[in-house]
């Protein structure tokens, strides 16, 4: 789906989550300022610092060079929670993992039990934020809702748990058991306001590839990344991946919630976008698996290059779990094109490295640009063919990077 | 003094994964524009979120700011009385967005 009709895409309504008010945007004053604000860059506990979007809740975004090294550390790996109430100390003697509702046996886990009574597994993933990059949405069209991350909404990491599948069968399923509903200790100022309750089919909780991780990178979870333990799903976006994982739910029907049903939706349609009218017009369908993508760590935005070096353009490509067939780099802005050489496997939900030597012989600005493609053929989109949604969802057009050859 | 603060944090973080006391997490005082009633904008949106969740989303247009004081409201339940709902759209439009522009 390369050709969408622009004027839609502007004249679209943007009311998220707000069916009643279906105003139109103007079509001609596009208004894309995004820039207007630098956030702080902060340490935060067990974190380098990092760029402070909001400190409650917190959310924390990685800084570009993270993308050159295919396993992000845990003290900078971004943070992202949605309600204030985050408890700020939990002792390992007293939390349980309950499982619970249509199960033969209700199960009140600790943490040891889960480390000594389950079988072990380890999967190398990436952990993308569905809002990720979102700010680009606006260099080619209309900027969207939400706050407007750039790529640090992402990191990939090895994650060491016990199967979701086997905690469900030792607890028993029940005959009539159709939904796993999940969620976590954050809690909203509020009372009536509706706590982060995520739900998925059984035949996904039961796929033997999801994880109640209680190790990240060979450590404890960082207390912002979900300490204790947080649910791992491989090739989703990440807004299932419940932190500070508390309460598994077995459900007999599926429930609805504004977590599952409003945000994090995009438009159930084949390009999952707005082709014409307001979002919000359109069916939902909750985003779920993520989309090629690859961005480049190193050389950064605005870099200055003495004419002559050898430059290693390095950058990390992913997708849903197919497998990224090739990256092909530009540093032409797209006129013309090259392989890059891909390095080690870490499997097919991880990161995976490209390289490109590069050695500029003439000064000038340049543009450098990366595009992925997976072994199922889906290719990332050049920015002016995306798909646009109110939400900002599922960003992975080609990323480019602009340096100066001096 | 702070740079010795941070280094001995960043020590401690290395050594020990595990929090054996209460993280302390850092407020972060977001510049707000005041006047028109910034008292009120504090005092409703700060109950769930900080002034990052604002300044961080660029400007936006009026119906935007509606539509999301709405759902603030209508879906997360925000406590907010009408006319304070009206207060606190003008004001993010007028600090934090623009008028939707007609016929130009």
Same mark, same amino acid.
């Given at each position: ?406 | ?7 001995? #944090? ?9 929090? /054996?006391? =209460?993280?302390?997490?850092?407020? @972060?005082?977001?510049? +707000? ?16 979120? #900080? ?9 936006? /247009?009026? =119906?935007?700011?509606?539509?999301? @004081?709405?759902?603030? +409201? ?27 522009? /007609?016929?130009?």
């Amino acid at each position: 789906m390369s050709t969408f009709n622009r004027r839609h895409f502007l004249g679209s309504s943007l009311i998220l989550g707000a069916s009643s008010l279906l105003g139109k945007e103007a079509d001609q004053k596009i208004i894309t300022e995004t820039k207007n604000f630098v956030p702080p860059v902060i340490a935060f506990p067990e974190k380098k610092p990092l760029k402070v979007i909001s400190d409650r809740p917190p959310l924390l975004e990685s800084p570009r060079d993270i993308f050159t090294q295919p396993i992000t550390p845990n003290d900078q790996f971004f943070v992202r929670w949605h309600m204030p109430d985050i408890p700020t100390y939990i002792d390992l003697n007293e939390f349980r993992l309950q499982v619970q509702g249509a199960v033969e046996t209700p199960l009140s886990l600790s943490v040891d039990d889960l480390k000594s009574k389950f079988e072990p597994v380890e999967i190398t993933s990436v952990l993308q934020c569905g809002g990720n990059s979102r700010k680009y949405y606006a260099t080619s069209g209309q900027a969207t809702h939400g706050v407007q991350w750039g790529h640090g909404a992402m990191g990939c990491a090895v994650w060491k748990g016990v199967r979701l599948k086997d905690i469900l069968n030792k607890a028993g399923l029940k005959s009539d058991a159709r939904f796993v509903g999940v969620n976590g200790l954050e809690k909203p100022a509020l009372d009536e306001t509706p706590h982060f309750f995520r739900e998925m089919e059984l035949d996904e909780a039961l796929s033997g590839e999801l994880i109640v991780a209680y190790e990240m990178n060979g450590e404890d979870l960082p207390y912002l990344n979900g300490f204790p333990l947080r649910l791992v799903i491989p090739g989703h976006f990440s807004d299932s991946w419940v932190k500070m994982l508390s309460e598994i739910t077995v459900l007999d029907q599926y429930r609805k919630t504004f977590f599952m049903d409003v945000a994090y939706t995009v438009p159930d349609n084949d390009c999952e976008c707005v082709v014409s009218g307001g979002d919000f017009e359109y069916k939902r369908k909750p985003i779920a698996a993520m989309k090629v993508k690859s961005v480049i760590g190193y050389p950064t935005p605005n870099t200055i290059i003495k004419k002559g070096s050898r430059i290693k353009v390095t950058g990390m490509a992913f997708d849903q779990g197919k497998g990224v067939k090739e990256v092909m780099i530009s540093v032409d802005g797209g006129k013309s094109w090259s392989a890059t050489a891909l390095q080690k496997d870490y499997g097919k939900y991880a990161y995976r490295q490209w390289i490109y030597q590069w050695e500029p012989k003439t000064k000038g600005e340049y543009t450098i640009m990366v595009r992925a493609i997976n072994r199922v053929g889906n290719i990332q989109p050049l920015p002016d063919e995306i798909g646009w949604n109110a939400g900002g969802y599922q960003y992975n057009a080609v990323d480019s990077v602009n340096v100066k050859i001096v | 003094m702070k740079k010795i603060i941070l280094l001995t #944090s960043l020590l401690t973080s290395m050594a020990f994964a595990q929090v /054996s006391k =209460p993280i302390e997490m850092p407020y @972060v005082d977001y510049p +707000v524009e005041t006047g028109d009633h910034d008292e009120v904008v504090q005092q409703y949106c700060l109950i769930c979120h #900080s002034f990052g969740y604002i300044l961080n989303q660029g400007k936006k /247009s009026r =119906p935007y700011w509606t539509g999301t @004081v709405q759902k603030m +409201v209508n879906e997360f339940k925000a406590p907010i009385p009408k006319e304070d709902q009206q207060t606190i759209i003008n004001y993010l439009v007028k600090h934090y967005g623009y008028e939707v522009a /007609s016929g130009h």
